[in-house]
């Protein structure tokens, strides 16, 4: 399952091949939209919400057709992409060809193209986006963290490992943001919604969208991998740690580039064999609630998440 952060690049790379293109040719490799030609048909613009890719189309001659505007809504789920000039197999769904390149889309799990309104009645379901531009201005933004907490209080209390990958709750986190921010919280993923405090809630939201951030261009650039290391202490900030600064984190990007390959790009994630990367504890993982197979394992550190 995608992180949030990896559908707005991918909408990034998109973009300069799509957007404003006409398309030559669609070819649709699923039952449901097999008939569906999209020939001559513009695309308009490429967003995203929470984990869906929507690639607003518009009608050649719009007088002629109910719905002149249609969004291509699509969902990567466990595995899907969309890739630039690849090759089709038996995996791809969809091939959108253009003068100068192809956009196909692989194993994607949901592929509908249905007008705006239907697909912003999908998006109503899911919580706040973590990586809205809401989250730019300090209002709107503190207007989202509202609406976060006030879903984790209003919603069954469970687990908080469990919550945070909930999109009806918020909608954008994946399994390796969930990992890390409880870890730097010092948080146990199995303490519940009603056990932790508001400013704990909206903190964890806050730094997840803050790491998040910062691994999509154009703080990050396209080519660098994931990372949520850039981090310094800070006895005044939640949790007791901030984002590091430009400079800061230029230098440590231009050390990990040095010493490829070698260099930690998470707390706890992915690190079974090596432990915890604060204090060096034997990781533990384990299965949260009905989540797919994939999704189900987070890793923490007894160490620190004991509370
Ligand atoms: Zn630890």
Redesign the pocket.
């Known amino acids: 399952m995608p992180e949030g952060d990896s559908v707005v690049r991918l909408a990034h790379r998109l973009r300069p091949v799509m957007q404003g293109k006409t398309l030559q040719h669609t070819d649709f490799r699923t039952s449901r939209l097999a008939a569906l030609d999209l020939e001559d048909w513009l695309v308009d613009d490429i967003v995203t919400t929470g984990k869906y890719l929507s690639m607003h189309i518009q009608a050649p001659d719009p007088a002629r057709l109910a719905h002149s505007n249609l969004v291509v809504l699509s969902h990567l789920g466990m595995d899907g992409s969309w890739q630039v000039d690849a090759h089709p197999s038996h995996q791809t769904r969809c091939i959108f060809t253009f003068d100068e390149h192809q956009v196909l889309g692989f194993s994607l799990a949901t592929l509908e193209v249905i007008p705006p309104d239907i697909a912003q009645q999908r998006f109503d379901k899911l919580g706040p986006d973590i990586l809205a531009p809401d989250w730019h201005d300090p209002v709107t933004a503190e207007g989202l963290r509202v609406r976060v907490l006030k879903n984790f209080r209003q919603t069954v209390d469970q687990p908080i490992a469990t919550a945070l990958l909930d999109q009806r709750l918020v909608a954008g986190i994946g399994n390796i943001y969930r990992c890390e921010v409880l870890?730097l919280a010092r948080i146990n993923p199995y303490r519940m919604l009603s056990e932790l405090r508001d400013e704990q809630l909206t903190g964890l939201i806050t730094l997840c969208h803050e790491l998040m951030v910062l691994n999509i261009p154009p703080i990050a650039d396209e080519q660098s991998r994931r990372c949520t290391v850039d981090l310094r202490p800070d006895p005044s900030a939640p949790f007791g740690i901030r984002i590091a600064d430009a400079t800061e984190r230029a230098r440590a990007r231009a050390d990990r580039r040095r010493r490829r390959g070698n260099t930690p790009a998470y707390w706890v994630y992915g690190r079974h064999r090596t432990g915890?990367l604060?204090?060096?504890?034997r990781i533990r993982t384990a299965a949260f609630g009905a989540e797919p197979l994939a999704e189900r394992n987070v890793a923490w550190?007894p160490?620190?998440q004991r509370d």
């Open positions: 870890l915890c604060r204090c060096g504890h550190c160490s620190c």
